[in-house]
């Protein structure tokens, strides 16, 4: 292990890391919540302001998969729908099979200039995450319960709000509801089974109802479904921590891009469109078990300079007032004061380790590990 990756791996390195990502997010989010007033003004004006500080956040993410851990992303896609991406607004689907999936999404979001933009159909709990949560609060994230009782009026009523979205924006739904776990996918086998669909290798069974109130509300706002299929090389399991100690993964994007009028617009007929569209990535995920690779050729657009820019001047920013506390701190001598310092540090760094847990698929929920009663409505 050279030296620069004995560094890369310190648990001080990985403190710093996230107190640098957590205050400046902090800042952004105060004036995030600033920009309130600018919104009864006028909304777009707030809403673009909100797209660039939203991006001195998630680039800081992007930056330290893209720069610190140099992990590899290649795109797999034709090149006739290539210099369509980033300048329309699509719906993403993606299998949720990684703990950081999401991040090699906002890797690709960056590249292609959708980064402070980029949406999602997220689950209700990732709203109260300090940083990304708020952030995404200020950005209008579409939230659900994963209850469709109660989701079918709130997800409808917040995509129609984006229909006078000023700027390109992809949404992104994980049709899985959840990560894959092999429980998760016994389950959803055996419901798979009781419906007479197909088996899945690689995939949960997917939720149809997410998927045809997506494509039904931004009909009209979106031309496109980009059916995205991630896998990593050599059977890599990245994670956060792994990306934070420097750990260079190599991550394959098989893209698809499908017109949303090829789209069927009855609900039973999409949920049988989504059906189908899941096993052929079953099959593709099978392909690239057998040979290493997706189909197609490979176009991967080049990182830019933008993330590591930005994440640079916050580093730059806020590692100062830190030593100078510090400095502060030793020289006042004073028991009491270092060990409220030191409370304050174990707190924080337990705050730390449980906004990473929130990536982590052992740490995920329950959700799908019981099959729901079929209900034929
Ligand atoms: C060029 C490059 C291209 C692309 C680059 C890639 C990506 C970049 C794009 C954008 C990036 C943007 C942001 C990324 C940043 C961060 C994202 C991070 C995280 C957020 C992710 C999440 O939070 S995922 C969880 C939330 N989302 C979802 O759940 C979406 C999918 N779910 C649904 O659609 C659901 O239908 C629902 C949520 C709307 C409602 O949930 P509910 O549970 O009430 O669902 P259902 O009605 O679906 O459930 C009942 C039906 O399901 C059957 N059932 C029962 N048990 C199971 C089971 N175990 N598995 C499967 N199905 C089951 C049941 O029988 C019912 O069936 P019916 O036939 O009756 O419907
Ligand atoms: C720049 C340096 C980086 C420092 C990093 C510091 C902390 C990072 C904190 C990241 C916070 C949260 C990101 C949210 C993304 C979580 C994505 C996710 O995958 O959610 C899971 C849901 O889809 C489904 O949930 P489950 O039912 O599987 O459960």
């Known amino acids: 292990m050279g030296l620069v990756q004995l560094l890369k791996s310190q648990v001080l390195c990985h ?46 993410m992007v930056a330290t998969l893209e720069w610190w851990s140099e992990t590899e992303c290649t795109l797999y896609t034709d090149p006739e729908s290539f210099p369509l991406y980033g300048n329309e607004n699509a719906i993403v689907v993606l299998n949720h099979s990684y703990d950081i999936d999401f991040l090699c999404g906002w890797t690709f979001c960056e590249r292609f200039g959708v980064l402070g933009s980029s949406k999602v159909l997220a689950k209700k709990e990732l709203s109260y995450v300090p940083v990304i949560g708020w952030m995404w609060y200020f950005l209008e994230i579409v939230f659900c319960k994963r209850k469709w009782e109660e989701d079918r009026t709130t997800v409808a009523q917040s995509l129609q709000n984006l229909h006078d979205y000023p700027e390109n924006f992809w949404f992104l739904l994980y049709c899985e509801g959840t990560r894959f776990t092999r429980k998760k996918h016994q389950i959803s086998m055996k419901v798979a089974e009781s419906k007479g669909l197909p088996k899945l290798k690689y995939h949960l069974l997917p939720r149809t109802k997410g998927f045809w109130v997506t494509v039904q509300n931004l009909r009209g706002k979106a031309v496109a479904v980009y059916d995205a299929t991630l896998n990593f090389r050599n059977n890599e ?4 921590l792994g990306v934070m100690s420097g750990k260079k993964y190599h991550a394959d994007l098989y893209v698809r891009r499908i017109p949303l009028d090829l789209i069927p617009e009855d609900e039973a007929e999409c949920a049988a469109w989504l059906h189908k569209l899941y096993q052929e990535k079953d099959g593709f995920q099978e392909q690239y078990a ?10 991967s657009p080049p990182r830019r300079p933008w993330c590591l820019i930005n994440w640079l001047f916050w580093v730059c920013l806020l590692l100062y007032p830190l030593g100078l506390l510090l400095v502060q701190l030793i020289s006042s001598g004073s028991a009491l004061t270092i060990a409220v310092a030191v409370a304050l540090f174990s707190a924080a760094s337990l705050g730390f380790r449980w906004m990473i847990g929130q990536t982590e698929i052992s740490r995920g929920s329950s959700y799908g590990s019981k099959a729901v009663p079929l209900n034929n409505n």
């Open 290 to 299: 057998q040979t290493g690779r997706f189909p197609g050729p490979v176009k």
């Open 15 to 60: 403190l710093i890391m996230c107190y640098v990502f957590v205050v400046s997010g902090l800042i952004i989010n105060l004036l995030q919540f600033c920009t309130l007033p600018v919104w009864l003004i006028n909304k777009q004006l707030a809403r673009r302001i909100n797209i660039r500080l939203a991006y001195c956040i998630s680039s800081q």
């Open 237 to 240: 399991t990245p994670t956060l």
